[in-house]
C-alpha cells in the first residue's frame, strides 16, 4: 500500500492523503488568509470523507471540475454538513482565489455522494472500505481501508470520553497500518463536568450581575454541545449563525447523537435569531446569554455582538475552542484585544477559555493506540506531530511523522 500525505501534515488543516494513487482520504483547507489548500494536483477515482469539518471537507467540491468525477463517500449527516460548509464558503468568497469551487461544483458533488452507516462495508476504487463511531462530532468516522493486503485505519479526528452530543469512540478495528491524530498529544483535558460546572457558574453570576454572555463556538458540533450544556442547568439563551442550520439538521438523525431527547430540548430553549443586525445589537443590550458563529471571532454574527459588548467589564466572552494562532479570538486571550469590523480595539469584557474540546486529549491517544502497538503509526493533523511520534518511538511503537508531500510504501 502506498501513501502520499498531500496535507495535514504537522498542521491542523487541509488534511488529505491519497491511496495508492486512487483512493482520497479527506480533502480539506486550513483557514487563514488567504486559505491553504492540499499540495499537488490530484483525480481519484473515489473520495473517503471522515467528518463534516472544513479543515476535512472543505475542498472536496474543486474534485468534481474534470471529466471523470470521483463518487464521494460518507455517512449521513457528514454529506449534509459538507453541503452546508461549501455554500457558506461560495457565499462567503466565490468567485475569488479563496473558493476553488463554483454552484456546479456542488451539484456535482450531490450527484456523486454515496452515504455509508457505521459497520457498513462499501468499495471506493477497489478497496474495502468501512465506517466506525470516531466520537468527535455526529456522523464522524474512523475509516478503514483494506486492499487486500494491507489494512489501514485513518483514526481522523476523535474522541475517547463521551459528550453531550455524541458518545465517545470505543471501536478498535484490527488494523495492520495506523494513521493517527495528534492535535491535544501534549494536552490532558479537565474532567468535563468539571469544566461544564466552571462554565455555568461564570454564565450565572455575570447574568445575575446585569452582563451579557457571548459564547463564541464553531457551528458544527459545539453550538449543539453548548446548547445541550445551558438546557441541562436551566439557562435561556439566544443562538445565532449557521449552527443554528446545523442544529436542524441533526435532529433528522436522531440515530447519530448521543440523546436526541436532550438535543430536541435544548433546540426549544434557544432562541433562534433571525439574522438582522440591528436585532443582535438589541439583544447584546439584554442582559443575555448567546451563543454564536465564529469560534474564532473571525467572522459571523460575533462581529457585531462583540462590538456592542466588548467596553463594559461586566460582559464575558467565554471561548469554547482551540484559538488558532493569527486569530482574533488568540488575540483576546493574550492580549486583550482584537481586530473587530477592519480596526484592532482593546476590550475590556471579561474573556475566559474553556476546553470543551471534541479531540482526545493525549491519554485518549494513548489508549486508543495501546491496541495498536503492533502496528505501524504515522502521525498527522497536529502542531508536535514529529514530538508526539518521539514519545511513541521511546515507547516501543514503530512511529514517524510525515512530511507535507511524503510518500510512505507500507
Known sequence: MQLQFLGGAGEVGRSAILVNDSLLLDYGMLTGNPPQ????????????????????VGTVPSLLSGAEWPAVHWTPPTYELALTLARDTLNLHGGTYDCPFTETHIQRMTQQSDPHDYGETFTAAGHEVTFYNAGHIPGSAHVLIDDGETRLLYTADFHTDDQRLVSGTTDRPDADVVICE????????????????????????????????VVPAFAIGRTQEILMVLDAHD????????????????????????????????????RIVSGRDGQRRRIARQNSVIVTTSGMLSGGPAMTYIPEIRQDPTNKICLTGYQVEGTP?????ERGRCELNG??????????????????????????????????????????????????????YEATAPDLGTVAEI
Open 235 to 270: 439557562i435561556d439563551c439566544y443562538v445565532d449563525g449557521m449552527g443554528t442550520h446545523v442544529l436542524q439538521m441533526l435532529r433528522n438523525h436522531p440515530d447519530y447523537v448521543r440523546d436526541s431527547d436532550a438535543l430536541k430540548r435544548a433546540k426549544s430553549n434557544a
Open 182 to 213: 495528534s492535535t491535544y498529544s501534549d494536552v490532558e483535558h479537565d474532567d468535563r463536568a468539571t469544566v461544564e460546572k466552571r462554565f455555568i457558574e461564570s454564565v450565572q453570576t455575570t447574568i445575575w450581575q446585569g452582563g451579557t454572555v
Open 343 to 396: 480596526g484592532v480595539v482593546p476590550v475590556a469584557a471579561r474573556a475566559e477559555m474553556y476546553d470543551f474540546s471534541a479531540h482526545a486529549d493525549k491519554h485518549g491517544l494513548r489508549s486508543f493506540l495501546d491496541e495498536y502497538r503492533d502496528a505501524p503509526v504515522f502521525v498527522n493533523h497536529g502542531d508536535r506531530c514529529g514530538a508526539f511520534a518521539e514519545e511513541l518511538a521511546a515507547d516501543g
Open 37 to 56: 489548500f492540499p499540495v499537488g494536483t490530484v483525480e481519484p477515482d473515489a473520495v473517503v470523507v471522515s467528518h463534516g469539518h472544513l479543515d476535512h
Open 329 to 333: 479570538g488568540r488575540e483576546l486571550v
